[in-house]
């Protein structure tokens, strides 16, 4: 019998396969297309202190096995988030995750401080890698110091567990992961999206009006992979994966290099059932390999 | 709403498009006029991103959608061959809001003949007789479709080289009818088309919906990919897959929406 | 009329559509399925000082839209390049630009020198980036400190067109390549591949022996824009871009954001034809557009 | 070698593979036993890189590809329709020698049947009759393939559920055989296949040709994709699509080579 129960820094999980931030909505946006109650949890999109309009469109475009987007961080702003984002994503009675984000450094602590003490959001994850965003997202967290110094002020402020979400655009991913560790993380989330382009050749505009935007989907997941199993070698924090997982090959790759659980971006809007998929998919493939649970996967990969 | 494998019943080619005939009951069951559909294209290895279609027609189990080809997912649609299957979810979106005059026009262009097709059939149904503008580049874009419709529709054709209907665009041809010839427009059409409508019935004040397009990844709502500008005291944006894709003009902030691309 | 020559930092070149280094041997391999002498001109294969074997196989792993390989600089050395691999190269009659590698900063100064003053290499291309090694390649390429030092003292030695082939997975690619032009690059070559890493969840090995390789093709196409674009904005130096090209229209999304010539790499492998396909495309865009030449086009892109 | 699109002249399936018969003259023209071809896989979004398949047969201007539906490239071919074209390059690589002897034994385990059909064709011409032994996994993996090929040479089946010829391997099956009964050996097969085989005949002394698979790129010797260890002084490779895919024994290093996965 296969127990899909994990355990994420201190949060326990129905089954290790979440939403990834940013692409679900509420969960209640696909209600219709897929039991959301199923699922290991949902990270909500990022949350800032403000109302946030975004940037303007076009915003999306797709590129080979994969897109671009440049949504940048529109979402309600706080208070809404708690009083109208918060009971929808609590409905589907998953575990539930808010993605902080912020402008200036301020703007995180400000957030993590007034999600501190809400005991139906588990955890929050902080986006310090948003690559569609002038000022705060990336630009967080690019260098290791800022990283250290970000997270432990964050760490003051908020007693709940800590994800720290990684951009993979970096030269060493694991010095900033080391780094978001030593500011106090619980945890690590990876990886955010790539910074990309496109151009259109008949009007010679960018695809994207904000000009560059974060590349998701199946083209990056074995960087993705990559990205995980570097951070997975150099800290010894629990690490929710993603970055193009589309089936339960990918998610199982995930856990082989050192993850604890997945979370599932840009494949939901190819196929809702993605995450379903990959839960079947996944306990069919513990049952055949004889493994009670996807916890004994974790770092399993043969150097 | 709900996701389906439809099967192909039929594939018609109109010059550059097709029409495809999709038995999906559910979706032809809830669909109303200006709602839309999203379309897997590809089969081993998909597109990543659906491809939005408006309905053309719904009824009797039946989903009729109409597509142009213009890249890589319409070349796959238009490749189909009949008893194949399609992978679609729908109804989605708001659409038009049906009870605005009884003497609408119905202003397309190219493609966005689709869901003001099926608006003409189901204000038929209801006894509104529209008038149907539509307005073509080239006049053999879409092969016999426009002589088809001319046979159950009061349809007006315009094209840009002349060789259909009046030589023209159909804002031109719209501005030739008289003012109280009708009390309520609806439009679906390129950027350049909605932009010079807007122009041209500005004064007028009747009621006008549009639909409009933007490039889309959930198409529920979840994503915040298809974001159209809208009338604010600061800038703000509503999702064109779940606020629309049909707005009424005065919701749409036209300045930051022509400033996009 | 349209005249597809392009100088890139003083190499003329017949037109802006060349091979990558690694993927085209020495151009005889490919000689019965394209004609060669059509092309802008070749990158060797990476050339070391003394012979090196590579590593172990399997090198080569298909990811969606891409492709992994760990080939890991294997070549003859370089005695046997200028004896052997060399004439091959010239005997196309295009440019031939050689790629220049090291497992040490001595390594690379040694190569550069004795292939200064040999008039038929058209210019070094210094690939200070390869992801495959565990020494030298992509660990000269992640500092811009390092950078400014070695292009410095390759600069001393070699007296020719000096390209520097840079990484994309960096945090700031402006300001490596900032760095090589202090050094005293002429030109700028990039991007080369991505690190990624790829497992099979039935033996739970890595698909490629040294365990993580480089990403190519298709899926990278818009990250290698957007790093072009950054670089161009920031250096005044011709660019010869690279990632996932397989089709004009992507050769003509390099040129709008700023390149100077592309290379094609992957591509070559899906069908061989696809830099003749591209000659052509761009010809015939070019030609509708009413544009003369392939600069006019070079950093076009309207914001 | 050239690149050709080929027209799919007939598919057979037996079992879990496909038998494809394509035209291309010029690459049946110029193939010898051992060689193989490079097939683009996919159509409108292919695989970015070719898949490698030894010629089965080469006559009359076609060229037969027996492939074993493993992965997303060769699930693709096995639902190719006669009729549609295949884009292919080849012949490449070095193929079997094929003078070694004129009592062969030629071992093949599952879809390394493809190189050793072709070879005991042109052995046959040759009026040298090979003995062949095909081992299998399943006996049913091949379907009626192996009852059709006994009619043509002199084969032995062996398969290790025992559903068809002899239970066991193949290897086994050949180590049964007296040594004098064959003085050449050419194999193809899985790597575990071919380390027992070459454990078996290393006292005989014989002249052992085997064709190897790696994973390729280019698979015309550009990119040093599909390295084999081989033998010498120092780490050196060689690579399988051009200097093989057929190695003689001596040459490869096989203990680096079982090193690797
Ligand atoms: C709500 C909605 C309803 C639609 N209804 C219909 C319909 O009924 N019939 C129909 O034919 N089309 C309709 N469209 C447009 C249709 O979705 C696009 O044509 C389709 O997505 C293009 O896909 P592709 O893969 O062929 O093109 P791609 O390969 O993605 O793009 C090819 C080129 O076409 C351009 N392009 C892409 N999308 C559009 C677009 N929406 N409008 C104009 N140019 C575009 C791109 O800029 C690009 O240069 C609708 C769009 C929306 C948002
Ligand atoms: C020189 C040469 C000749 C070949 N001749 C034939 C032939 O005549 N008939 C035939 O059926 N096959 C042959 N093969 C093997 C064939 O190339 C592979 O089966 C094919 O590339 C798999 O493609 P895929 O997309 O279906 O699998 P993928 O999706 O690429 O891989 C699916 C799974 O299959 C495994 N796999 C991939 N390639 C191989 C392989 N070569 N052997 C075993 N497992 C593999 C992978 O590890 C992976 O887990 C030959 C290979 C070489 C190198
Ligand atoms: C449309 C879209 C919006 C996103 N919004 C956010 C966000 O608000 N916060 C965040 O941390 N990541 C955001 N992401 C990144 C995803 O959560 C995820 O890290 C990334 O897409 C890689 O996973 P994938 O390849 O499975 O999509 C967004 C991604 C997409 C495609
Ligand atoms: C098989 C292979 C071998 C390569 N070898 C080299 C090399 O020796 N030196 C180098 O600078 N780049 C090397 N590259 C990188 C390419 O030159 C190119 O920068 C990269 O593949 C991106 O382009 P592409 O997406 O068109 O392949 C190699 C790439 C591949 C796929
Ligand atoms: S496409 Fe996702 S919100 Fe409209
Ligand atoms: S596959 Fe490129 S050298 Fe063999």
């Known amino acids: 019998m296969v127990d899909l129960r994990v355990n994420l820094a201190g949060i326990e999980l129905p089954n290790p396969v979440l939403m990834a931030s940013g692409v679900f909505g509420t969960g209640t946006e696909y209600r219709e297309l897929l039991e959301v109650g199923r699922l290991g949890g949902i990270i909500s999109k990022a949350v800032t202190l403000e109302p946030c309009p975004g940037n303007p469109p076009p915003r999306i475009w797709e590129t080979p096995c994969g897109m671009l987007n440049s949504i940048g961080l529109q979402n309600k702003g706080l208070e809404a988030f708690l009083e109208e984002d918060l009971p929808a994503l609590l409905s589907h009675g998953i575990p539930i995750i808010a993605n902080v984000a912020g402008f200036s450094e301020e703007e995180y602590l400000e957030v993590a401080r007034r999600l501190d003490g809400i005991g139906e959001i588990r955890g929050i994850e902080l986006n310090i890698s948003c690559p569609n965003v002038a000022r705060g997202g990336i630009h967080f967290g690019a260098e290791a110091s800022s990283v250290v110094n970000l997270v432990a002020r964050v760490r003051e402020v908020y007693n709940g567990v800590l994800l720290v979400k990684l951009s993979p655009q970096v030269y060493d991913i694991g010095e900033i992961a080391r780094a978001a560790v030593e500011g106090g993380a619980d945890a690590l989330s990876l990886v955010n999206t790539f910074p990309g382009m496109a151009v259109d050749v008949e009007t010679w505009k960018p695809r994207l009006a904000s000009v560059t935007g974060g590349l998701s989907g199946p083209a990056i997941h074995p960087l993705a992979v990559r990205a995980v199993w570097e951070v997975a070698q150099v800290v010894n924090r629990p690490i929710l994966a993603m970055g193009g997982i589309s089936g339960w090959e990918q998610a199982v790759e995930m856990l082989l290099v050192g993850a604890t659980a997945v979370a599932v971006g840009t494949a939901i809007f190819t196929d809702p059932l993605t995450p379903l998929g990959i839960l079947e998919g996944l306990e069919n493939y513990l049952e055949r390999m004889g493994i009670a649970s996807p916890e004994e996967l974790k770092g399993k990969i043969r150097l | ?261």
């Open chain 2, 1 to 261: 709403m709900e996701r389906v494998l439809a099967y192909l019943q039929e594939v018609k080619y109109y010059g550059k498009a097709v029409l495809l005939s999709l038995e999906a009951p559910g979706v032809a069951a809830e669909a109303v006029p200006g709602q839309f559909v999203q379309v897997l294209c590809g089969r081993d290895s998909p597109r990543v991103l659906r491809r939005p279609f408006s309905i053309f027609s719904a009824k009797a189990g039946r989903i009729l959608l109409l597509s142009k080809v213009v890249g890589k997912g319409t070349s796959w649609l238009a490749e189909l061959k009949a008893g194949e299957q399609v992978d679609l979810i729908g109804p989605l979106g708001r659409g038009f809001a049906m009870d605005e005059g009884d003497r609408p026009a119905l202003v397309a262009g190219g493609a966005g003949i689709a869901p003001l097709h099926f608006l003409a059939e189901r204000l038929m149904e209801r006894r509104t007789e529209p008038s149907l503008y539509w307005g073509l580049d080239l006049g053999e874009e879409f092969g016999e479709l426009p002589a088809l419709l001319g046979k159950r529709f009061r349809l007006f054709m315009c094209s840009r080289d002349g060789c259909l209907g009046e030589r023209g665009t159909v804002v031109e041809a719209l501005a030739r009818e008289k003012e109280p010839e009708f009390n309520a427009v609806y439009a679906c059409g390129p950027r350049e088309m909605l932009g010079a409508l807007a122009k041209e019935i500005k004064g007028a004040n009747l009621p006008f919906q549009l639909s409009l397009e933007e490039r889309m990844a959930c198409g529920v709502g979840a994503c915040q990919g298809c974001a159209v500008p809208i009338r604010s005291a600061r800038p703000a944006y509503s999702r064109v897959c779940k606020d629309g894709p049909v707005f009424r003009f005065e919701e749409i902030d036209w300045r930051a929406y022509f400033g996009g691309s």
